[in-house]
């Protein structure tokens, strides 16, 4: 499996030919999803749910097809009559040859002010990656490989991200949501996850890529 990181929370995986794309939002690049074979997004906040971005890919493709939680389908099933599929947590699908199972419910909390919406993070192929989208969602009983970190948003801080590494325990943890992060943070940032987060931690420039597995 090769994994892309795209701009931001978005993430491209890639196997036996085939492609699946994790939360092009308003941040990632306009092309984002144009060749996926597959779409998965896991709530509905722009950084991670962009219509056009989605309406790039599915015109693109005319097979691929997107699977969310309700908030995001409903906006989107009326354009793509049996092509956007609902889910919630504890569901299973394939998805473009992937396995994936839906872990969590609730986007973390920004101000007790403002409400929740529904958050899903995707584990893909049993472990081998897991994306929780914007909560620090364990996913139970489970092994993760690659962890993608949301390592900046205005919903954390930086120990609870070092605590969640420590929590899921997973073999590397990539970042993901760190666009809104300037470059003389992160190696502030990187510092602290490297000591003491427990695992391989590094990131990657967007449009690059590594091997998982």
């Keep these: 499996m090769e994994l892309t990181k795209k701009t931001h929370a978005c993430v491209r995986l890639e196997k036996d030919g085939r492609a699946l794309v994790i939360d092009p939002g308003v ?44 908030s995001v389908a409903e ?14 947590e504890g569901d299973t ?36 990656v897991f994306h929780p989208g914007d909560a620090l969602t364990v996913p139970e009983g ?3 490989d690659t962890l993608l970190l949301p390592v900046h948003a205005p919903w954390n801080k930086v120990a609870e991200v070092i605590d969640y590494v420590r929590e899921v325990a997973p073999g590397r943890a990539i970042d993901i949501h760190d666009s809104l992060l300037q470059d003389h943070a992160r ?10 987060g427990g695992t391989d931690h590094g990131r990657l420039a967007p449009g690059t890529g590594t091997s998982l597995g």
């Design 27 to 70: 941040f990632s690049e306009a092309d984002a999803a144009v060749g996926a074979d597959a779409i998965l997004v896991t709530h509905e906040h722009m950084d991670h749910f962009n219509e056009e971005r989605l309406r790039a890919g599915m015109e693109a493709n005319p097979a691929a097809e997107i699977w969310t939680p309700a």
């Design 75 to 88: 906006q989107l099933s009326a354009a793509f009559p049996g092509r956007v599929h609902t889910v919630g």
């Design 93 to 128: 699908f394939t998805a473009a040859g992937f396995e994936v199972e839906v872990h969590g419910q609730l986007h973390a909390v920004i101000h007790p002010d403002i409400p929740r919406v529904t958050n899903v993070g995707f584990l893909i192929d049993g472990g081998a």
């Design 142 to 144: 489970r092994t993760v």
């Design 187 to 196: 190696p502030i940032y990187d510092s602290m996850i490297d000591k003491l």
